[in-house]
């Protein structure tokens, strides 16, 4: 059973920055991939970016230029550059791994405000 904590969340304004860290722990029977999702009220949870372990991104089309995640593998840690940041990008950011056994576990999740 792998367990996620998050960190870094937190307000800023319109055009500021932020940096997420999920570090994950506990029984990992390898890593297929890591990322990050955010959900804001009234809407479903929608995928920001992801890395997998040989370091392959993928970035949601609303991100891309502004996002950038990366991991260190030896902390089994990946990071969320966040930068340029808009009030659409309000949400709880939440931490997800991916298993080579594909079980997926999630973080508690990290609230990132963005003021205009």
């Known amino acids: 059973q792998a367990q996620l904590a998050e960190s870094g969340g937190g307000l800023v304004q319109a055009g500021g920055a932020l940096r997420l860290s999920c570090a994950a722990s506990g029984n990992i029977f390898g890593i297929s991939l890591m990322g990050w999702y955010r959900q804001s009220p009234g809407k479903q949870r929608e995928l920001v970016a992801t890395i997998t372990r040989a370091g392959t991104t993928d970035y949601a089309d609303s991100v891309k230029g502004r996002f950038t995640i990366s991991a260190d593998n030896r902390k089994n840690t990946i990071y969320l550059q966040m930068n340029n940041l808009t009030p659409e990008d309000t949400a709880v950011y939440y931490c997800?791994?991916?298993?080579?056994?594909?079980?997926?576990?999630w973080g508690q999740g990290t609230q990132v405000t963005v003021s205009s």
């Open positions: 997800l791994l991916t298993s080579l056994s594909r079980d997926d576990y």
